[in-house]
């Protein structure tokens, strides 16, 4: 399925949602998320989004889990600086690199 803004998404539909296993790819083809979606959102696997935290805008590559930052990952944000290391449900946790 492919939608306006250029991204597609490849993989199981329930009721006419995404739900289950799928990929979804940006118009530049790279991988935005692979893993679980349910009822339309993507809920666990490995994805990068945009997103902002207490550091500012940036962008996280790395496990996802309920559609938040969570396992192994890291988050580049705006002006260079970043947090690579564990996530726990979209906060920094554990060791990590700064």
């Known amino acids: 399925m492919s939608y306006k803004d250029g991204n597609k998404y490849s993989g199981d539909f329930r ?10 790819t940006g118009k530049d083809g790279e991988i935005r998320f692979k893993g679980t979606w349910k009822k339309d959102k993507f809920e666990d696997g490995r994805g990068s989004l945009l997103t902002w935290d207490d550091y500012g805008q940036g962008t996280y590559k790395g496990e996802m889990k309920a559609g938040l930052p969570h396992g192994t990952g890291k988050m580049l944000y705006q002006g260079g600086h970043f947090y690579e290391g564990q996530w726990k449900f979209g906060l920094h946790q554990g060791r990590g690199i700064m």
């Open 15 to 24: 009721e006419g949602k995404r739900h289950g296993f799928g990929v979804e």
